[in-house]
């Protein structure tokens, strides 16, 4: 375990480069502690197409029942018709990256977790690549992606009871910018399963200090990144100190991971105990099959970070609706202009 404390970005080649070895390495268990980022030292992959994750279901039973082709999509990007430059039906692969709150009340509940964990290994469609992390102030490595079910399901056999608060939004915003982004460049599709009751320690009337990353920070990464968010969010209220966590903080924790299932198209996940976690994973499996990738090259880039609205139509299926995300801010150039020279 690493003993001190280290910021997520505020030295990137190195973080990047622990990063890598963390995710190539075996899977024996680490603990990564994370501090706030610095906003400059993001890693970006420069590209101007636009990627959408569609969800498409039907209105009376809310699965799609007919696989969809590129040409029944049809995209607009401030109004204006775009041409469809990359398409992924909802057979195509995903990397999976399951992200474990174990803090609070589900500590004493890890038996039934790594049994949980299991069947959502086993869920996963053969193509299918699955790391886990777990988090309480810390984030643990579980298990690097993989496809190897055999390993995954080893791995679990590893988590042990963890000690320490919550720092929700410093974990996921880790795996966003330091997990996924392996897919990306290898142009895997990915999508975060995280399950949690959404309370970090730095919500208002929360004791404990919290991740240093804010939720409107959050926000922002989710937004840029292609990956799907799908938040499955265990009520642990009942067994919670109101002293030390109001019900105005599961309140607050239930809208943003509302909110943080909406940036990437998708609703919020609920179950009310660990036991009900087979089947919602089951649930998010079978939803994923939903899911299609769409890109495009906007016909017109400013590169002045102005929002984007996106809408997404089914073509000649009236019984089918689409989620997807509501938009985006567009890139700002970094060329300097002649007075910055």
Not at 5 to 13: G, I, K, M, P, V
Not at 116 to 130: E, L, T
Not at 194 to 217: C, E, H, I, K, Y
Not at 301 to 325: C, F, I, M, N, T
Request: charged share 25%; aromatic share 8%; proline share 4%.
């Amino acid at each position: 375990m690493f003993r001190s404390r280290f910021s997520l970005l505020a030295n990137h080649r190195s973080l990047l480069t622990l990063s890598i070895v963390l995710l190539t390495a075996h899977c024996s268990l680490l603990t990564l502690h994370a501090q706030t980022p610095t906003p400059g030292d993001v890693l970006r992959i420069d590209t101007d197409l636009v990627t959408l994750n569609v969800s498409v279901f039907n209105r009376a039973n809310s699965q799609a029942s007919i696989k969809l082709q590129q040409k029944d999509f049809a995209v607009f990007d401030d109004g204006a018709p775009q041409e469809i430059a990359y398409f992924e039906s909802g057979e195509s692969p995903f990397d999976l990256v399951l992200l474990l709150d174990l803090s609070g009340s589900t500590a004493d509940k890890i038996g039934l977790i790594r049994k949980s964990a299991k069947r959502f290994v086993d869920a996963a469609r053969p193509g299918d690549r699955i790391a886990i992390f777990t988090f309480t102030a810390d984030i643990q490595v579980v298990s690097k992606l993989t496809s190897d079910h055999d390993a995954l399901n080893k791995s679990i056999d590893d988590i042990e009871r963890p000690t320490g608060g919550t720092n929700f939004w410093d974990a996921l915003r880790f795996v966003l910018e330091h997990v996924v982004i392996q897919s990306r460049v290898e142009h895997r599709r990915s999508a975060v399963i995280v399950m949690t009751d959404g309370v970090d320690n730095a919500l208002p009337g929360v004791f404990g200090d919290g991740s240093l990353t804010t939720f409107d920070q959050l926000t922002q990464i989710a937004r840029r990144m292609d990956s799907i968010i799908l938040p499955i969010y265990l009520d642990t209220e009942k067994e919670s100190n109101p002293r030390s966590t109001p019900p105005s903080a599961y309140a607050m924790a239930r809208e943003q991971l509302a909110n943080l299932a909406a940036e990437s198209g998708n609703q919020m996940y609920r179950a009310r105990k660990i036991k009900d976690l087979d089947g919602v994973y089951a649930q998010v499996i079978r939803d994923l099959s939903t899911f299609y990738s769409i890109g495009y090259r906007p016909a017109t880039r400013k590169h002045d970070g102005a929002w984007h609205e996106v809408a997404v139509q089914v073509v000649g299926h009236p019984d089918l609706s689409v989620r997807s995300k509501r938009g985006y801010f567009e890139t700002v150039s970094n060329r300097l202009t002649p007075d910055e020279k």
